[in-house]
């Protein structure tokens, strides 16, 4: 990777514009040398109202902060380089669009996995292996033991286009928070056809409101190694026959024990299956996974609710501080299978799953099976307090692409 100085680039105003963080030297200059990439030591500002091209690895290192403001543009070069943004731990993001001027990163290649998305690594838990990982894309540290970790501020920014992959182990969704904290305000965000996971959590306290993820190849939503933020008012909208799950949701899948345990807390949330014959998961839970769900709606896939592995199953049932599904409209049964060697076909549910008010030992868990879609305009609309945009309250209006 070439190291790159944005700031003395951006400084020298009698031969660059600030606009493009790089000079202008003429017919002789390298594509790749044009644009936004390299590693960030200190602040960098892209300005309110400005187009920049990102024409390989941004990451931004401590303690520097990458500032992008309101109706700014970020386009990933169609140059076969590496694209993705990049935020390490102790450096920071503070990126504030409006609904009426968002911040949008996007893509000359206008298709699913044109470029690697936003990544952020920061400092609290994660329950892999040494309490450390290394992201998946850019090879950054993050872990730790710093909870209220702040990462900086996402607010009115869309991702489109996102999902790079290098291999089968090393793929780049929209956004990929990794051991974020809580001091991290997350707020307003939208993946918009990826081929990946939408927006992934690996580990972290991190919490999210009013994010909406449509038509990401892979899953809407995905969380794994301990993630136990607070998820509320989001969508997933899935278009394309390939969509997978709505939410595919673990605790650890080397280790379903491994502590601390993925338990976020999900409240008003709508989901809308392709109704693929394929891909007929919505919410997957497995691996160990807790969660405590409540006021969603969930539709649109043969499977609306599963679960998976004996832990994830028993977090359901047991005495003390059970998982929780509340005032959750399904357009389909739940179904409970356990995993021990190699998976073995779904099994029928019985028992206290094939209630149609779902009721858990010690627990009020409703769930309504008789759901239908309630939608105007793809995914606007609720049921009494289930879902996630009413129709009197659109805030998804003016920032974000629908289809």
């Not at 403001?69 to 731990?89: C, D, H, K, M, S």
């Not at 009426?100 to 952020?120: C, M, R, S």
């Not at 959590?201 to 991190?206: K, Q, Y």
Request: overall charge negative; hydrophobic content about 30%; some cysteine.
């Amino acid at each position: 990777m070439k190291k790159f100085n944005f700031i003395a680039a951006a400084l020298m105003a009698t031969c660059c514009a600030f606009t493009f963080v790089s000079c202008d030297k003429g017919d002789d200059t390298p594509e790749e040398e044009e644009g936004l990439h390299g590693y960030v030591t200190e602040d960098l500002t892209l300005e309110e109202g400005q187009t920049y091209y990102l024409s390989g690895s941004l990451q931004v290192q401590a303690p520097a902060t990458l500032t992008i403001e309101p109706g700014v543009t970020v386009i990933a070069r169609n140059n076969g380089q590496i694209n993705y943004i990049l935020i390490e731990q102790g450096a920071k993001i503070n990126a504030q669009g409006t609904a009426e001027n968002p911040i949008v990163l996007t893509a000359e290649n206008q298709k699913h996995g044109a470029w690697g998305g936003l990544h952020i690594c920061g400092r609290a838990h994660t329950n892999v292996s040494g309490g450390h990982g290394v992201s998946e894309i850019g090879n950054a540290p993050y872990g730790g033991d710093d909870n209220t970790d702040n990462s900086g501020v996402i607010k009115y920014v869309r991702l489109e286009y996102t999902g790079y992959s290098l291999d089968e182990d090393h793929e780049a969704n929209g956004l990929s928070l990794y051991g974020v904290g809580n001091g991290t305000q997350i707020s307003y965000v939208q993946a918009y056809k990826g081929s990946d996971d939408g927006i992934e959590f690996f580990g972290g306290s991190v919490n999210i409101d009013h994010c909406v993820v449509v038509d990401c190849t892979d899953d809407s939503f995905d969380w794994t190694e301990g993630w136990n933020g607070t998820a509320q008012n989001i969508v997933a909208y899935q278009i394309s026959s390939e969509c997978d799950c709505l939410m595919e949701c673990d605790n650890n899948g080397d280790n379903f024990a491994a502590t601390p345990f993925s338990r976020p807390t999900v409240k008003y949330a709508t989901f809308v299956g392709n109704n693929s014959d394929d891909n007929t998961r919505g919410l997957r839970f497995r691996a160990g996974t807790e969660v405590e769900l409540s006021y969603a709606l969930v539709t649109g896939k043969a499977k609306c609710i599963t679960l998976e592995t004996e832990q994830t199953d028993d977090s359901f049932t047991r005495d003390t501080d059970p998982s929780t599904i509340t005032y959750t409209y399904i357009s389909s049964d739940i179904e409970s299978k356990w995993t021990e060697g190699e998976e073995p076909d779904d099994v029928e549910v019985t028992g206290e799953y094939a209630s149609d008010d779902f009721t858990a030992t010690g627990n009020n868990n409703t769930i309504n099976y008789s759901f239908e879609n309630v939608f105007a305009g793809n995914f606007i609309g609720t049921v009494g307090e289930s879902g996630a945009v009413s129709s009197s309250s659109d805030w998804t209006k003016g920032w974000v692409r629908a289809n």
